[in-house]
């Protein structure tokens, strides 16, 4: 069987240009690849380190700590419905009995009406059976019936009056719309978060307090704070003092500040202040190397070329100095720039 020469020539051009299409896209691939930036992420980060060094704290000490709310609560909704209409956003000060949220009430209105009139209904048949039964006749007990009636009915409807009081969400205390949970339209139920209130006309801050001088306060002690926000040194006064130590042999105590002109706000450092009889001296590093809270303070320690997330004890400070307790030692090599980009065991260059 011969085969037409124009067949095997349209052949052998369709196999040419399906070989070059494939050609070309592997090595438009291989350009794109070229040209897209894949990060190392075995690559080291460039740190600054410093090692912990002695400091003498004296005159005055200093313990720092962070400030919270005085008030921070989930605000529930304590009926069931849709909500029509929601008056605060985000950011919002609201004061103590403002309306957030209106859930709909149409159905218990109608349910109140319609147990009003059957009040007004058992009320006529009362004085009916009342003048019957004074006149012999009727018997008492079918009055003393009727009166149980109402009294039953106006217990109902009172139970319904307090599911329409709860379907207008107020509220408890003054504060900012911290987080808004809900919005129009949502159909929530009884106990449902709706927003979160915060309070910070008053802010607490917590100290952790080292055993050697928890004695040095007292409940109700008035107590000197300085922050770096602040233009002047605060007055506070201590609310709590915790009657058991950490694992560190730290106190909690917590000092209450009035903060009426909002110049603080809950999440920054505060310092609580008294003076000293005597001075202590230990390891301390800078504040800046800090990650974290204070409640778990870390820091990251240069360790075999590896950065280490390691936790410790913090006491004293003194400006932008940090008493070391417990969990570093004098040569660790503590990352003062560059934490934002670590995580624990990545590798890591000390700058020179």
Do not use: C, W
Request: charged share 25%.
């Amino acid at each position: 069987m011969k085969i037409n020469k124009s067949i095997l020539t349209g052949i052998g051009i369709a196999l040419f240009l399906i070989a070059f299409i494939v050609v070309k896209l592997m090595s438009n691939k291989k350009s794109v690849e070229e040209k897209i930036y894949i990060p190392n992420i075995d690559a080291p980060v460039l740190v600054e380190v410093v090692s912990p060094t002695m400091h003498t704290f004296e005159d005055e000490f200093s313990y720092l700590g962070t400030f919270e709310p005085f008030r921070q609560n989930l605000i529930g909704a304590e009926g069931n419905g849709r909500v029509i209409s929601m008056n605060v956003s985000e950011g919002d000060q609201v004061g103590q009995g403002s309306v957030i949220a209106k859930l709909d009430d149409e159905m218990i209105k109608l349910q109140i009406e319609n147990l009003e009139v059957s009040i007004e209904g058992q009320e006529k048949d009362d004085d009916r059976y009342t003048t019957l039964s004074n006149q012999n006749a009727a018997p008492a007990v079918q009055a003393e019936k009727a009166k149980l009636g109402i009294k039953a009915a106006k217990i109902q409807k009172k139970q319904l009056e307090k599911q329409l009081r709860a379907t207008v969400i107020k509220a408890p205390f003054a504060g900012v719309i911290t987080k808004k949970l809900i919005d129009l339209g949502s159909v929530i139920g009884a106990g449902s978060p709706v927003v979160e209130i915060t309070d910070i006309s008053k802010l607490k801050l917590t100290v952790n307090i080292p055993e050697r001088d928890i004695q040095k306060f007292k409940l109700n002690q008035a107590i000197s704070i300085s922050s770096d926000q602040a233009t002047s040194t605060l007055s506070g006064k201590i609310s709590n003092i915790s009657v058991q130590a950490d694992k560190s042999h730290n106190f909690k105590v917590q000092i209450t500040v009035n903060n009426a002109n909002k110049a603080l706000r809950a999440g920054m450092y505060g310092s609580a202040v008294i003076q000293s009889d005597y001075s202590v001296a230990n390891l301390s590093i800078p504040r800046k190397a800090i990650v974290g809270s204070l409640k778990n303070p870390q820091v990251y320690v240069v360790r075999d070329g590896k950065a280490k997330l390691v936790s410790f004890a913090i006491g004293l400070s003194e400006g932008d100095v940090i008493e070391v307790r417990s969990g570093l030692r004098a040569g660790d090599k503590i990352v003062v720039r560059g934490q934002i980009n670590l995580r624990d065991n990545k590798n890591v260059k000390i700058a020179q």
